[in-house]
């Protein structure tokens, strides 16, 4: 393991002793105990940021993206082990862009990255009209790379739930990654973060050219897919507010659209379904709430696209 990962394991076992220490003094308080366990934390190393990708670095930080992920995992979850976001351009052999190691303690992101993801966000920016649903004050390189940032970094928390939890994949966990990074956002931040990753995405993959082989065999989605994948959630979120800004504008294909709001539920029920075991305890009343509410949510979906099969199948 590289110098990097050592001294992550240093620093998680000291705050691991300075919140032993807290819970001393609040022993008497109960559910204390499983709150203090595991909490995440965001470390921007400025003596580790390369002066070329401090710019993009200092975008992200002043959004504070990831400190509002961090906050939620932070509120409604009890992780069994502490969970370090590293800022740095000092990352493991062969590390090129935002990953989790794999025991969900640590994830990186690489500043080199972010510059990355801001010369996309520059080129879709310059080159790509805005879509209606995009707010205009917020089409610009900084915010989307931020919003992008956002989106992919809850496919990064995404897979460090999957392993810190062990939860049980009924799918491929790239899936399962941009899953949750749809779930968190859409829910808890609405359509800007699926909305900016599209739009990366999508000039990634004219970038990318022809689909590869490579392409195919990865264990990612193709990146085009993704784009589909980001807006077809967050169609199916809400149709009534999402079809005519995505369908009828033509960023989703009508061929597809149909499906999306079981989709939505499916992933809505299944993501609160797999850490409801796992809530806070100051989380438990408002999750179990809503964990109730996607699950009735997903039953008359069910019923719903039951109902319009037929017309579906023969309308294609
Ligand atoms: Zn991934």
């Known amino acids: 393991m590289s110098n990097g990962g ?13 919140l032993l220490v807290g819970f001393a003094l609040v022993s008497c308080g109960g559910d ?57 351009d000092k990352v493991p052999p062969g ?10 303690r640590t994830i990186y992101v690489p500043p080199e990255f972010l510059t990355e993801l801001q010369g996309v966000a520059t080129d879709v920016a310059r080159t790509v009209e805005r879509p209606a649903l995009f707010p205009q004050d917020r089409y610009n390189a900084d915010d989307l790379t931020a919003l992008s940032t956002q989106f992919i970094f809850g496919h990064e928390l995404g897979h460090a739930l ?5 939860l049980a994949n009924l799918g491929l966990e790239e899936d399962a990654a941009d899953g949750f990074a749809s779930f968190y956002t859409v829910n ?19 970038k990318e050219g022809k689909t590869t082989l490579e392409g195919l065999s990865s ?15 967050l169609e199916g979120s809400d149709p009534k507010r999402y079809q005519g800004p995505l369908v009828g504008a033509g960023y989703l294909p009508k061929t597809r659209a149909p499906l999306c709001p079981q989709a939505w539920a499916m992933l809505d ?48």
Request: glycine share 4%; aromatic share 8%.
């Open 6 to 18: 050592y001294s992550t394991l240093v620093r998680t076992a000291m705050a691991g002793a300075f």
């Open 269 to 316: 029920h299944g993501w609160w379904t797999q850490l409801q075991p796992h809530f806070a305890a100051a989380f438990k009343d408002e999750g179990d709430k809503d964990q109730d509410e996607a699950r009735t949510h997903l039953i008359a979906e069910t019923k719903a696209f039951a109902e319009n099969l037929d017309e579906l199948r023969s309308g294609r």
């Open 219 to 233: 264990d990612h989605p193709v990146t085009q897919a993704r784009v589909f994948n980001f807006l077809c959630y």
């Open 32 to 88: 204390a105990e499983d709150e203090a366990k595991g909490k995440v934390r965001v470390v921007y190393h400025d003596d580790a940021i390369a002066p070329e990708n401090r710019r993009a670095a200092e975008v992200v930080r002043k959004s504070r993206v990831l400190e509002q992920a961090a906050d939620w995992v932070n509120t409604s979850l009890a992780l069994p082990h502490d969970m370090v976001v590293e800022v740095t």
């Open 188 to 206: 808890e931040v609405g359509p800007a973060p699926s909305l900016a990753a599209a739009l990366v995405f999508d000039e990634l993959a004219r």
């Open 95 to 104: 590390v090129e862009d935002a990953v989790t190691q794999p025991d969900g």
């Open 162 to 166: 999957q392993r810190q939890f062990m």
